[in-house]
């Protein structure tokens, strides 16, 4: 390890690769294929100009790659399975080589799923590779999902590309629950079951929109081939056009980066297309796609020969969705059966709407539009590029830890079943816990979240003012003790201390000079109250100032400062001026306006 | 006469009455029951070893006479085959108050079982253990058994239907146990004998109903018998089955195990190299 | 929101706005010094780096190899013992470890590669405000109002009304062609019927058989605590026509199960049973799975989708869970020949609930 140099011997062996782009088009000129392209396309440019782009290094930047690469996987490993699956609900008799089955009638769909596991070579190992990509493609949608949230990546200006990823994310449970369905087995047809039900629900046209979904009677013949269009035609397609229009717009804005030494609102920081991401990410679809392949040869996933044949009379213990449909499956296990009641003579079953066929756009709905409600709250309309580190957004953090909470809730509560024999408890009991905590839970992940968020900017001003614990105590000649800190490196500080703390909005005016109260008042009344939720418990960046004063009148000083703010937070304004940002002051006076 | 007439207002009048009424219709039962399940030869020596075995392990619960206590349900009447599944899978003597008895180590031998279930038997008639005529597995194969129309094959898928049917709500397709009400569960079917399955249909152990031979004939639990030890005695095709849980333990794992390595991957990814 | 007062511009300089904004703020220390690494300094660490990712690659090929060969050597019924699996099928394993190795050894090749030769030299991008200059913008608007104007579009409101119309109007039979084509309208009333309709069987008693064998069961069957899983008699001509079998079936299914007549709390549930027998709907009335779970000691029924719980003594109505409404009951009586029948259909549609499901 050493610092820069310029006589690096390895940079000899670069030698050749670098070089002005310039001077090495004199000694190559673009010739073959490539040249034959750029004369027809004019691509030369744009190429060199993105093999360019900058991407900045961060393991949780790979996690939207796991979701691409996994659903490329998934396209691949399913145009196999078409070549054999038949998207068929006529019913034939099983004549394969699975002896348990033998002479059983089943649908064509569930025969060939039968067929491509055990009589076709590799095959089953395929179905297994589909189906895990689909799990961890869903998983990682998720985890991203939750990234983006929590650093703020969804601020101006790429708020539209957080709603084309919440429109993803969903797709992607959709062409999870459509494809679960095709193999026709008792497991996935109880499921298409329940969904009728969903269906049957809605109030007014529900049992029309059922007839129309299964073009008949449940279940029909119609419902598996329907569900094969829309699982390998329909929603791929939109798949991957709302995910290219996804990446295109990462290209667009360039990717966002931690804060850190060098990193700025104007740049990004990190390592070129060409080589490095092309490596790195190239290899990435390697690994993931390694990975997902070594499960897929020990593990068994979806063993549709056990489940046998889709038969409504038949059913087995612990019917569940795959695991991104089980909060909605939650959710209909949670609601109690009272909800639904009739008014002249009309069913209006909201035990299982709101659950259902409510939920899914709630929820995404909810996630979709929550970066114009920060916005709005937060009234900041500038572009963001440095993430936040998820601690200095506490009460963002928390809003997404509820979220998640009440989303795990729904989730655990469609396993209550399972959670019963394994813990030994009463699956009533469970499903009481899980009502309350539905409830309880996101109130106490919320103010839990902020607190700790909160409590670790307070450990980083502690940090940046006194210096990094050492771990190396001294004894000092008056008998005390006392750890020694080391001051922290002008880099080290850096991510500590850049981050901004805003003050709530402020009103300056509640009336017009009549005083009658506007509605425009009225609506920035509640902006400003909720502009006091999101920055009224603030720790403030320490600044300069602070560390000059808290090396000048060493640690007993700063420790009653901390102590002195109100709201527990460390309101700087109130001792230095300059220090203080004076944030946007809302203005509800309308005369102003006019 | 007189003697008699006077007696009848006596308090145990009606239970003698009854006692004699359960005896009639007890001794016609056994008389035109089935005959099947008098396999083994009850000598009065076992049974005189299982009521020692009774009262020394059972009569706290069941009564010194098997008629019952607010603890233990009466058995008279359950049978032989009842006693064998209980005590055999090591579910009674129960180890202390439960929901439900667990399955737990067996305490008896099978000669002291045999005997328990001789002296149970010999309270009130009920289903006896069954001998191996139904409860050996077929053996897959396109030949057919004297008297089936479907090939030993079919049988099997045919016992997967009546499984299906009337048991994997409650046991699981693939016999790995679900949840009853109120803490109450269907236990594993996965290792236990065909003995006992057998059994156990035939006598409702706890919240199970009871499949008589009418509802399940013989032949059809053999067949239930056969695909329960064919799933259970097959090749995991696919690789490790995570419990045969569904959907829950493979997301599960997806999150956990999956995601850890993915992760693990880009982490390593990121970092700088040495 | 015209009444926020921006105190900043709304222009490219916001970008950089607020670092510059306050005085008292620390100063970004700008890039960290680089840190070389062993394969920068020491050549012999770069030729160990070298040998390692051509290691790598060739394992995947090795592995490649291993899948090429196992597909054609390895039979199809060929099992063996895999620690921690069991008895495995040693196509699958084989070839999905080859697979999956040979595609993981190229890319950690890859990325060891462009972690340990590749420059780690971070390059600094600029970014750039997202939003057009203002002369651009401008520009924009000019583009397409000139080309209004030049279209005449509002001149000619004529154009511009019958032009909406028929953009709003084109897509119509596309609708309609759906909504029109995809399943039948008459779903309210399919909905309420039920094979076990006694026109089904020339209005004769329809008999009750067993689930799956569909043979009659005779009432000295059904012996206490015993369930039967029961199907009408009418079911065999759709099974022997092979058409409708599991539609019917998802309104049919039933459930018989003998009760002590004492434990009966329900008038109507005693008369429409036989001795305490009683037979009522499989089909939940929640969202329609098979409530099969019968626990014998409490007499509860259990669907295992959603937990509704069902007290069969009292009419089977719900005591735990999301359904509302108890299973219906389909009453049933003895035939000459001995044999369970139900005298009627049931009165009332059986599984989930739909709008017009009471009308």
Known sequence: MSTINDTRPAEALRDGDLGAEQERADVKPLGGIAGWLDDRTGGAKPTSHFLKKVFPDHWSFMLGEIAMYSMIICLLTGVFLTFWYVPSMTQVVYDGSYVPLQGITVSDAYRSTLNISFDIRGGLLIRQIHHWGALIFVVSVFVHMTRVFFTGAFRKPREINWVLGTLLSMLACIEGFAGYSLPDDLLSGTGIRAMNGFVQSIPVVGSYVSYFIFGGAFPGEAIIPRLYSVHVLLLPAVLVGVFTAHILFVVIHKHTQFPGPGRTNNNVVGYPLMPVY???????????????????AVVSINPIWGYGPYDPSPITAGSQPDWYMGFADGALRLLPGFLEFQTFGFTWSMNIFPGSILLLPLMWGIIGVYPFVESWVTGDKREHHLLDRPRNAPTRAGIGVAGITAYTVLLFASGNDLMAIKLQLSINDLTQLFRLLFFVGPVIAFW????????????????????????????????????????????????????ESPEPLRISAEADENGVASPLARVERVRAKLSHFYFSDRVAPPTPSELEAAHHHGDEVDESHLLTGQHEAIDTSETSDSSSTPRETIKADRKRLT | MKALAARRRHPAAIAVLILLGLL??????????????????????????????????????????????????????????SVDFQVGTGRMPLAGPAVQAPQNKVK?????ISALAAYVATLGPGPAVPDGEYTTPIVPGDEKAAGQSLTNSERIARGGEIF?????????????????TRGKYAPALTGVTPTHIYEAMVTGP????????????????????????????????????????????????????????????????????? | MSDIDTTRPESGSELAHHQEQSLDRFENPGLPPHIHRAADDDPAAGKRAEKQVATLFGLSMLATLVFMVAYFAIPDESTFYLPGVGLSKTQNVVLGLSMGFALFFIGIGAVHWAKTLMSDEEIVEERHPQRSDDRSRAAAVATVLDGGANAQLGRRPLILYSLTGALGLFALPFVLQIAGSLGPVNAPEELKENIWDLKNNDGKPIRLMRDPEMTPIKLSDVTNGSVFHVMPET??????????????????????????????????????????????????????????????????????CHQSTFDLPD??????????????????????????????????????????RSR
């Open chain 2, 108 to 112: 008896f031998d099978e000669e002291q």
């Open chain 3, 235 to 304: 079911l065999q001509k759709n099974i022997d026509e092979n058409h409708g079998v599991l539609e019917a079936k998802a309104k049919a299914a039933v459930i018989l199960i003998r009760l002590e007549p004492d434990l009966i709390k329900v008038q109507k549930q005693k008369d429409w049973g036989v001795d305490g027998v009683v037979a009522y709907s499989k089909i939940c009335t929640h969202v329609g799975c098979a409530v099969g779970l019968y626990e014998q000691t409490t007499h509860h029924l259990l669907c295992p």
């Open chain 2, 164 to 180: 299906r049917v009337n048991c994997a709500m409650c046991h699981n397709f693939a016999g790995a146990g679900g949840a009853l």
């Open chain 2, 24 to 81: 009639v219709t007890g001794g016609a039962y056994s008389f035109l029951a089935p005959k099947q399940a008098q396999a083994t030869s009850v000598t009065a020596d076992s049974v005189a070893t299982g009521k020692k075995l009774f009262l020394a392990n059972c009569a706290s619960c069941h009564g010194l006479n098997a008629q019952g206590t607010a603890s233990g349900p009466s058995l008279v009447g359950v049978g032989a085959a």
């Open chain 1, 448 to 499: 839990l979240t902020k607190r700790i968020c909160l409590s670790l900017q307070r450990a980083d001003r502690q940090k940046v003012l006194h210096g990094r614990e050492t771990g190396t105590i001294w004894r000092y000649p008056d008998g005390r003790f006392e750890e020694i800190h080391a001051p922290l490196s002008p880099f080290e500080r850096w991510a500590l201390v850049q981050h």
């Open chain 1, 278 to 296: 092309m490596a790195k990410a190239g290899g990435f679809f390697f690994i993931v796609f390694g990975i997902i392949a070594l499960v897929s």
């Open chain 2, 206 to 274: 706890q919240s199970m109903p009871v499949f008589n031979d009418t509802n399940i004939t013989p032949a059809g639990k053999q067949e239930v018998i056969s695909y329960l030890d064919a799933i259970d005695n097959q090749t995991n095709v696919g690789g490790m089955t995570l419990g045969n849980l569904g959907p829950v333990s493979e997301g599960l794992f997806a999150w956990i195990f999956l995601l850890g390595l993915m992760i693990a991957s880009a982490v390593w990814l990121g970092k700088k190299a040495a």
């Open chain 3, 315 to 356: 009419d089977c109505n719900v005591i735990f869970g999301p359904a509302k409404r108890p299973l219906p009951q389909l009453k049933i009586t003895v035939d000459d020949a001995g044999y369970l029948v139900a005298p009627q259909g049931f009165m009332e549609p059986v599984g989930p609930s739909f709008w017009e």
